[in-house]
């Protein structure tokens, strides 16, 4: 089995900094992506950022120059580090990584989910 564990959301004012973490566990042979989703009510679930395993990144435009991914490949963890944050950032936030679980055939991935976290930021 593998989980992702997220924390970190949490209420903030307009303009201030949330920090989110996820970590993932169980029987991980490798992690290729880890991303942050966000999913407001009665609308698409939506990348906020990704990350893969060289370093690489991507960000939505709407988020771009205040939201920072990164992550400890040691532990496993991905994090989200989120500036200047504005009401319309207020939403669930979902942890996602690609993993090869042990004992599976190389290049075969898994989609795994956190169980997300809320993020409300107030005016």
């Known amino acids: 089995q593998v989980q992702l564990v997220e924390s970190g959301g949490g209420l903030v004012q307009a303009g201030g900094s949330l920090r989110l973490s996820c970590a993932a566990s169980g029987s991980i042979f490798s992690i290729n992506a880890m991303g942050w989703y966000r999913q407001a009510p009665g609308k698409q679930r939506e990348l906020v950022a990704a990350i893969t395993s060289g370093g690489s990144t991507n960000y939505a435009d709407s988020v771009k120059g205040r939201f920072t991914i990164s992550r400890d490949n040691a532990k496993n963890t991905v994090y989200l580090q989120m500036n200047s944050l504005k009401p319309e950032d207020t939403t669930v936030y979902y942890c996602?990584?690609?993993?090869?679980?042990?004992?599976?055939?190389?290049?075969?991935?898994?989609?795994?989910w956190g169980q997300g976290t809320q993020v409300t930021v107030s005016s």
């Open positions: 996602n990584a690609l993993i090869t679980r042990i004992g599976v055939p190389t290049g075969v991935q898994g989609d795994y």
